[in-house]
């Protein structure tokens, strides 16, 4: 049954991630929470682990492609023969 909210959890943590995204609410991901938590804590829990593990994962892709960018953006620079 874990693996049933697990993947349920995730499957919505996606979608209210978008949304939250594309609306501009940072508070709907939370008001999804507390709408769980009134039927079923553990299905609240495993929502939250899933959005907290996707937006840190988020975070951290934009990171490592900024530093892959900036560090490319070096690499290139110094190739441009001086005038």
């Not at 349920?8 to 594309?22: H, N, Q, S, V």
């Not at 934009?62 to 530093?67: G, S, V």
């Amino acid at each position: 049954m874990s693996a049933i909210i697990d993947k349920l959890a995730d499957d919505l943590a996606k979608d209210a991630i978008e949304a939250a995204d594309a609306l501009g609410d940072d508070q709907l991901i939370m008001d999804i929470a507390k709408h769980l938590a009134s039927s079923s804590t553990t299905a609240e829990e495993a929502f939250l682990t899933a959005a907290r593990v996707r937006m840190a994962l988020t975070r951290a892709r934009k990171l490592l492609e900024d530093r892959v960018d900036a560090a490319a953006a070096r690499i290139g620079a110094s190739e441009i023969p001086p005038e």
